[in-house]
């Protein structure tokens, strides 16, 4: 069993940054891959950024292609905490943001078994 809490959202401008953890309880932290996804009013989860669980200190991440160069997904195993720096917010980055924990490293959203309550992050223009 694992229990994600997410914090660090908010309501920042346009061009601005914010960061985003993700706390992760249990032992078996390192095993999961963690993933980010958001979800906006009116529209389906989508996948943001996933990290893979480590492997042999190899850091291995995927974006979504509209967030690639902006946005940098992290994770602290020593602190069970995921991040999501998030660089040059866009108002098309509003949504609730969501960290995820699976056993694969995968993009799809029901392959994560466990899921945070979500973090608001709001981008006005």
């Known amino acids: 069993q694992v229990q994600l809490v997410e914090s660090g959202g908010g309501l920042v401008q346009a061009g601005d940054s914010l960061r985003l953890s993700c706390a992760a309880s249990?032992?078996?932290?390192?095993?999961?891959?963690m993933g980010w996804f958001r979800q906006a009013p009116g529209k389906e989860r989508e996948f943001v950024a996933a990290?893979?669980?480590?492997?042999?200190?190899?850091?291995?991440?995927d974006y979504e292609d509209s967030v690639k160069g902006r946005f940098t997904i992290s994770r602290d195993n020593a602190k069970n905490t995921v991040y999501l720096q998030m660089n040059n917010l866009k108002p098309e980055d509003t949504a609730v943001y969501y960290c995820a924990a699976a056993e694969k490293f995968i993009r799809i959203a029901s392959f994560y078994d466990y899921w945070g309550q979500g973090t608001q992050v709001t981008v006005s223009s």
């Open positions: 990290v893979r669980a480590a492997s042999w200190g190899v850091i291995v991440t």
């Open positions: 249990g032992r078996t932290f390192s095993r999961y891959n």
